[in-house]
């Protein structure tokens, strides 16, 4: 009996682990320095330091578990003025998303993308692009994902300064 009723508690641990919403907020880096065309590991602009601060106030009341960035300067210079307990670097996508799914069920977890990854990675964790693409100059945006299992409801906002007047 004893072990019928541990079975049926661990299927049941299982199933709610499984069921829970993972909350990922995801950012394209803020604006970069782009005054050395040579540099391929910019600091961020003065302008991108104005909207690292304001992505903070955007996000003053989430508390987040985890941060992932990319190992460059800018994307982690864009995560800086969060309170954050630890920020992941991560190199690819599959590797990024397999890490959310797996570590962090449940949990509120920011990423900070670029242009050219955001929206797969939206994808990648089971969510509809929102936008066709990002360009170059697409700084303001930011994307809340509710994801369970493999599906994501995504949610699209604008913060900071705008960037397309």
């Known amino acids: 009996m ?22 990922v907020w995801i950012v394209r ?6 005054s050395n065309p040579q540099d391929t590991n910019p600091d961020l602009s003065d302008e991108g330091r104005v909207r690292a601060g304001d992505l903070a106030t955007y996000l003053k009341k989430v508390k987040f578990d985890a941060a992932f960035a990319t ?7 864009t995560l800086d003025s969060l309170v954050i307990p630890k920020v992941i670097d991560y190199k690819d996508i599959k590797s990024l998303v397999d890490s959310i ?3 962090y069920v449940g949990k509120t977890v920011i990423v900070a993308g670029h242009s050219n990854t955001v929206l797969e990675i939206i994808e990648a964790l089971g969510g509809k692009k929102p936008k066709e693409e990002l360009t170059d100059d697409d700084y303001d945006y930011i994307f809340e994902l509710a994801v369970k ?4 409801r995504v949610k699209m906002e604008q913060y900071g300064k705008p960037h397309h007047l």
Request: glycine share 0%; aromatic share 4%.
């Open 149 to 152: 299992e493999d599906k994501a």
């Open 29 to 34: 880096h803020a604006e970069k320095d782009k």
């Open 101 to 103: 799914k797996t570590n």
């Open 71 to 77: 190992p460059t300067k800018r994307a982690h210079q």
């Open 2 to 23: 004893k072990k019928v009723l541990l079975l049926i508690a661990v299927l049941f641990l299982f199933q709610s682990v499984k069921a829970q919403t993972t909350n």
